[in-house]
């Protein structure tokens, strides 16, 4: 199985940007569609973006049009997220997920297998 870690969130005054990576071991890095999902506090799982395994397809939602971007580096193991335009609305904990499964829908949480523990992304007013 693979194992994927987050990292690259923190504080950012809105209007500001963040990348976030997400790191993967373990197993080919190519064998896997990769997402990203984010989660407020006593709310449920929202989908965020997704890339497929050799990064030439990606899938994203229409809150995130024009703001995130997902991409991936399959040489060094790593995906990622360029969030652009932060609003205060966009604090929420980001998870990296990733499956090695054919999927129909990239938005559903049911359809991805390995998750990260999160990282945290605070947006200032």
């Known amino acids: 199985q693979v194992q994927v870690v987050e990292s690259g969130g923190g504080l950012v005054q809105a209007g500001g940007s963040l990348r976030l990576s997400c790191a993967a071991s373990?197993?080919?890095?190519?064998?896997?569609?990769m997402a990203w999902f984010r989660q407020a506090p006593r709310k449920g799982s929202e989908f965020v973006a997704a890339?497929?395994?050799?990064?030439?397809?990606?899938y994203d939602t229409d809150s995130v049009k024009g703001g995130s971007t997902i991409s991936r580096d399959n040489a060094n193991n790593t995906a990622y997220l360029q969030m652009n335009s932060l609003k205060p609305e966009d604090t929420v904990k980001y998870y990296c997920a990733a499956t090695e499964r054919r999927i129909d829908d990239y938005r559903a949480h049911a359809n991805w297998n390995y998750w990260g523990q999160g990282t945290q992304v605070t947006v200032s007013s």
């Open positions: 373990g197993r080919t890095f190519s064998d896997y569609h």
């Open positions: 890339i497929s395994r050799s990064g030439g397809d990606t």
